[in-house]
């Protein structure tokens, strides 16, 4: 690495610590440090939203499928996009009646359900969180070390994940969601600017042009119709109900000042998902594809064997000194626009839910105290992602988890008059259950479809059955 992309990292990093001691001193409560104070405005929280749910995964994940898909790839995100304006339409309104029916702000996911339901399904909701999310950290946080061991080798995994990790807990744990949501436009800004501006230009330069370009790309890969029906139902799937039950966007949704600005922030979300990223992603993607083939990266036998590689195996061959760093520090933010959200997730829920209220203590010692968790979660995710080669594997379990047990229940709040916890919590328990075992398993799903749409299915089914079972004893009670 040259001292120009050290220098570049080095600025990178001060400007993210920079925004975290700025807010330091600037949390009343805990509603300040978790949500913003609930005044934040559409831009920010939109900006932050997609920093947040596109991240470091979909951002070199959609290098891999524009690798090998080609622009047909660019789907992937149009889930986001529907994702994010239906749940503007019909999720964002009713938070707030509910919060406004609730008569108190509501601070994490686990908190809704509880006013939906009750404490029981609260809990069970909050223990999911806060293990999914430190998972999600934990996960991020390695996948930017192992990015950077892949490009510069002298720079090793466990340092680098020390680097990120001690940088990511420290602005976030001293700047709460104000710190997050400003350190996540900048980082989106970055990322949109470095890979629009420098990587795809120098890239599309170095590699010839249209004409240097073309040749090497099937009819496939520049169709945006090379794509299968299971490719549709296991995006949609997968991404639309995350839109509906992520604790991380609920915290931004509890950070809007009112609900016309969650709106627009979601509506602006789900516009930078699809198309802007979308295509930058893609197109990246099938540039490192050319650069492949053309043996401008140099890879064993001439084929890639792992397509995610292909971008990052591009930043390192293709740019220039100096350009490197400036992509590289894209990629981290959206590293840590992830991170950092999932961190405070996690410890927002074990502030806000699995610790007893104690009404003597006074506000500022409450912020101390989120500090004080937030900085335990960041250190024992740092821990979990050093020590533990699964950890990918558990973010995964995780996350299916959330989405198959936390989406039926929350649909059904929105669209039934009578809320039972009963149903919630067998549904939350049978559709997590039921997806963690298919994958665990690994066992072959027909049409090849994803374990998370069983999951669903299967907690649908439960809670369709539990509710009718209420309704018949609740009948029964009328009568009687």
Not at 209 to 215: C, F, L, N, S, T
Not at 287 to 314: C, F, R, T, W, Y
Not at 327 to 341: C, E, M, R
Not at 449 to 475: E, P, R, V, W
Request: charged share 10%; glycine share 10%; hydrophobic share 55%.
């Amino acid at each position: 690495m040259s001292w120009i992309d050290i220098t570049i990292f080095i600025i990178y990093f001060i400007l993210m610590l920079g925004v975290g001691l700025f807010f330091a001193n600037k949390h009343n409560d805990e509603r300040d440090y978790f949500t913003g104070g609930g005044n934040m405005g559409s831009g920010h929280v939109g900006l932050s939203v997609v920093a947040t749910d596109v991240g470091g995964g979909f951002s070199i994940g959609l290098g891999g499928i524009g690798f090998t898909m080609g622009l047909s790839g660019s789907w992937l995100l149009f889930t986001g996009l529907v994702g994010a304006w239906i749940s503007a339409v019909f999720l964002i309104p009713l938070v707030f009646k509910w919060q406004k029916a609730h008569g108190h702000y509501f601070l994490t996911l686990p908190q809704v359900f509880g006013y939906l339901y009750n404490k029981k399904v609260a809990f069970i909701a909050s223990i999911i969180c806060v293990i999914g999310y430190t998972g999600f950290t934990s996960s991020q946080l390695l996948a930017g070390a192992k990015l950077t061991s892949a490009i510069y080798p002298q720079m090793d995994t466990y340092s680098m994940l020390w680097i990120m990790g001690a940088i990511a807990v420290i602005y976030t744990m001293l700047g709460g969601m104000k710190a997050v949501i400003y350190t996540d436009t900048i980082q989106w800004i970055i990322l949109l600017a470095g890979l629009m501006g420098v990587a795809i230009p120098l890239s599309w330069i170095k590699l010839g042009g249209y004409d240097g370009i073309a040749p090497y790309l099937t009819d496939e890969m520049m169709s945006l119709t090379n794509i299968t029906w299971q490719h549709i139902i296991n995006w949609s799937v997968t991404i639309i109900p995350i839109w509906f039950v992520g604790m991380t966007l609920y915290q931004r949704i509890f950070s809007c000042r009112d609900e016309k600005a969650a709106k627009k922030a979601w509506f602006i979300a789900g516009v930078l998902e699809w198309p802007f990223m979308a295509f930058t992603g893609v197109i990246l993607g099938m540039l490192a594809n050319v650069a492949v083939q053309k043996g401008l990266i140099p890879v064993e036998g001439g084929i890639l064997h792992d397509s995610e590689m292909g971008l990052p195996l591009l930043v390192k061959n293709i740019l220039p000194i100096g350009f490197t760093g400036i992509v590289i520090a894209a990629y981290f933010s959206a590293i840590l626009s992830t991170a950092d959200s999932c961190l405070m997730a996690a410890s927002g829920s074990v502030v806000g839910d699995l610790l007893p209220k104690h009404k003597k203590v006074n506000n500022k010692s409450v912020v101390r105290f989120s500090q004080l968790a937030t900085f335990i979660i960041g250190l024992l995710a740092i821990l979990l992602a050093s020590t533990m080669e699964n950890v990918l594997s558990m973010m995964l379990y995780a996350y299916a988890f959330m989405v198959s047990g936390l989406f039926i229940p929350v649909v059904a709040a929105m669209v039934l008059k009578k809320r039972f916890p009963q149903p919630a919590l067998i549904s939350m328990i049978t559709g997590g259950t039921i997806t963690i075992a298919l994958i665990v398993t690994e066992m072959k799903l027909p049409y090849e479809l994803n374990a998370n749409i069983f999951g669903i299915t299967a907690a649908l089914i439960s809670y369709i059955i539990a509710y009718q079972y209420m309704l018949h004893i609740d009948d029964k009670r009328m009568i009687t």
